[in-house]
């Protein structure tokens, strides 16, 4: 585990620096994210760049970013090159970032919009979303209404967004670059994240591993389950479920009583 926390961690050891990974579709605002974070122009905006790592202190914090090159708006399927270049991104930043800022500009997020989306976090497995924060681009538009407003009135897309990430988002105006109160409460926001998760970073590997290892367990389970329908279930400690005779006590498993007996 490291705890990405760059502020002296009291033993005079600085700790290494918060991982940043920058994602969304093109043309979004993520490169002009990664630069007001960092106050200064590290990334390029005039387009189609690739993924791109910068380094930085920001607001007392060591920060590590990574510019992912956008992803197009294909719903149905993930262009080759697509899941290269996310996998690139992730590579920048071994072993992997601790928060994704998802980049969403504050404009009608569109079904094929989140289509698009899901295909592309999918990728990442179902681990990803906990390391997931939506930052808004477009704060400036934010005038007469508050992103509270915009989030209740966007409909049900931007609704199963926020769902996902836990209704972890921050907004920035882009166009402000100076006003580095906005870029500090992102930086909490993202802190807080990465304490919720006890400090672990996302890491594509981990996840995969953990999702096959749930699959397996699920698969052993259903075998166990139909075992046992054939008359005695053994399992893996030396235990076996056979059924309750005597109706005493016990436990239920399909609507049948039964219990364990020990058989090592
Ligand atoms: N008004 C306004 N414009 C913004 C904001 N953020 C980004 N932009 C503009 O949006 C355009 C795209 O910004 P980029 O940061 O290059 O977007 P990107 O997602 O990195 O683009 P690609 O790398 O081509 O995918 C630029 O013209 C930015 O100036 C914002 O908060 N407000
Ligand atoms: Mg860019």
């Known amino acids: 585990m490291d705890n990405g926390n760059a502020k002296n961690n009291g ?3 600085v700790a290494p620096p ?4 920058i994602v969304g579709q093109k043309r979004t605002g993520k490169s002009s ?6 106050g200064r122009d590290a990334f390029n905006t005039w387009g189609g760049a690739n993924s791109a790592v910068a380094h930085g202190e920001s607001e007392g914090r060591q920060l590590m970013l990574m510019d992912a090159c956008g992803w197009g708006t294909n719903e149905n399927l993930v262009p080759k090159h697509e899941k290269l270049e996310l996998f690139n991104a992730l590579s920048l930043c071994e072993p992997g970032p601790h ?10 997020f569109s079904h094929s919009e989140k289509a698009a989306l899901q295909k ?5 497995t179902e681990g990803v979303w906990r390391h997931t924060m939506v930052v808004f681009t477009l704060g400036d538009r934010l005038r007469d209404y508050s992103i509270q407003d915009h989030i209740q009135t966007a409909g049900k897309d931007l609704q199963w967004l926020m769902e996902k990430c836990r209704y972890r988002y921050h907004v920035l105006n882009n166009k402000m670059p100076q006003d580095r109160q906005q870029v500090s409460g992102l930086l909490d926001r993202a ?20 999702e096959e290892e749930w699959s397996r367990r699920e698969r052993e389970m259903k075998e166990r389950i139909l075992e046992r ?14 059924p309750n005779r005597s109706q005493k006590g016990g436990l239920h498993v399909n609507d049948t009583q039964v219990k364990l007996v020990y058989h090592g």
Request: with cysteine.
């Open 11 to 13: 033993n005079n050891q």
């Open 18 to 21: 918060l991982r940043l990974l």
């Open 33 to 38: 994210v990664g630069n007001t974070i960092l």
């Open 99 to 108: 928060i994704l800022l998802l980049i969403i500009p504050l404009l009608f």
């Open 120 to 124: 592309r976090m999918e990728i990442l």
């Open 191 to 210: 802190e807080d994240m990465l304490m919720e998760n006890g400090g672990w970073h996302f890491s594509l590997h981990m996840y995969c591993r953990l």
């Open 229 to 242: 329908q054939d008359g005695v279930c053994k399992t893996s400690r030396g235990l076996a479920v056979v």
